[in-house]
């Protein structure tokens, strides 16, 4: 049976605000990290965070298809070297801090809970463009 068009409409629109919720609470995660330890040293992750939709701009750039293709073209390697920084850095600067003493083990956690978040949007957000309705490029 198929659904009216008002109720695929519903579900994409619950869709999205899914994912602004998950954002939303990737974003909570990242404060609560600091504010309660009054420490603000785990914002340093926050650099990762604006590093990782540059890949995306990057990769707009190319002529290859996809990102998970073997082509080596400059703008696929360098996107994949982004985000590889990325996500390395957004584990490791906080790990870091911690074997530092600088910050205690539930600003870890909470470093690595919105991490871990974020990381969760990102891959419904790619999972929402493949779909046709999502698709933006």
């Not at 605000?17 to 609560?32: E, N």
């Not at 998970?68 to 990325?86: A, H, I, P, Q, R």
């Not at 790990?95 to 003493?101: E, R, T």
Request: hydrophobic letters at 50%.
């Amino acid at each position: 049976m198929a659904l009216s068009r008002n109720m695929r409409t519903c579900l994409h629109s619950g869709r999205l605000a899914a994912l602004a919720i998950l954002l939303s609470g990737g974003i909570v995660l990242q404060i609560l990290a600091c504010a309660p330890y009054n420490n603000w040293w785990p914002m340093l992750t926050v650099l990762m965070y604006l590093i990782l939709p540059m890949p995306v701009i990057f990769f707009l750039g190319s002529d290859s298809p996809s990102i998970m293709s073997n082509e080596g073209d400059g703008w696929v390697n360098f996107t994949k070297f982004l985000t590889g920084t990325s996500i390395v850095g957004s584990i490791a600067i906080p790990s870091i801090l911690k074997h530092a003493g600088v910050i205690g083990w539930g600003a870890l956690t909470m470093e690595l809970s919105s991490f871990a978040v974020f990381g969760l949007a990102i891959v419904r957000f790619l999972q929402m463009n493949s779909e046709d309705e999502y698709s933006a490029f």
